[in-house]
T-cell receptor, first 111, second 111 residues
Framework: GVTQSPTHLIKTRGQQVTLRCSSQ?????VSWYQQALGQGPQFIFQ???????GRGNFPPRFSGLQFPNDSSELNVNALELDDSALYLC????????????FGPGTRLTVL | GNSVTQMEGPVTLSEEAFLTINCTYT??????LFWYVQYPGEGLQLLLK?????DKGSNKGFEATYRKETTSFHLEKGSVQVSDSAVYFC??????????FGPGTRLSVLP
């Protein structure tokens, strides 16, 4: 399945953070979502074959990478209090496939 | 742009009661529609999906029918169990891109 690390993270405002995701075997597409408390997930961006393949309404300080083994990183610079949320990654077989498999998420708290 | 609206929760039912969670959407083109479920402390799990008008998705006793004329995808279950207590998200996607989720509906089932 899809795994994410770390499980929980506490940072202070202005810091930078890196979250990691390991895709399900055979999946070449990873999407990242931000889920604020009590809300639905918001699409951040998708990576397909190491290229960004779509982006939601998030500023450039949210960036990502996808590695040859299809694992992925989400980087957030200049953290703000509103960045506190559960960050979910989801993998799928292909960018045009609508079935995604979600990881358990990383809970980020910004103080 | 695309959007999803769900009935507000929380919804509290007794075991074996009938469940309906309303979902309506606004979208361009012909999106695929989904219901995801999130149990406490976990990521999202795909519950069911439908990819075209009049399709019925079903899984674990849950059903939803893609109604293009009313732009709806209501979730139903004939007899809920305590183990169904979770948060339910309606979502849509165009060809695996730009998933949009509703705000979620929390369901509590009492024994």
């Amino acid at each position: 399945g899809v795994t994410q690390s770390p499980t929980h993270l506490i940072k202070t405002r202005g810091q930078q953070v890196t979250l990691r995701c390991s895709s399900q075997s055979g999946h070449n597409t990873v999407s990242w979502y931000q889920q604020a408390l009590g809300q639905g997930p918001q699409f951040i961006f998708q990576y397909y074959r190491k290229e960004e393949n779509g982006r939601g309404n998030f500023p450039p300080r949210f960036s990502g990478l996808q590695f040859p083994n299809d694992s992925s990183e989400l980087n957030v610079n200049a953290l703000e209090l509103d960045d506190s949320a559960l960050y979910l990654c989801a993998s799928s077989v292909d960018s045009g496939t609508d079935t995604q498999y979600f990881g358990p998420g990383t809970r980020l708290t910004v103080l | 742009g695309n959007s999803v609206t769900q009935m507000e929760g929380p919804v509290t039912l007794s075991e074996e009661a009938f469940l309906t969670i309303n979902c309506t959407y606004t979208a361009t083109g012909y999106p695929s529609l989904f219901w995801y479920v999130q149990y406490p402390g976990e990521g999202l799990q795909l519950l069911l999906k439908a990819t075209k008008a009049d399709d019925k998705g079903s899984n674990k006793g849950f059903e939803a029918t893609y109604r293009k004329e009313t732009t709806s995808f209501h979730l139903e279950k004939g007899s809920v169990q305590v183990s169904d207590s979770a948060v339910y998200f309606c979502a849509l996607s165009n060809y695996g891109q730009n998933f949009v989720f509703g705000p979620g509906t929390r369901l509590s089932v009492l024994p």
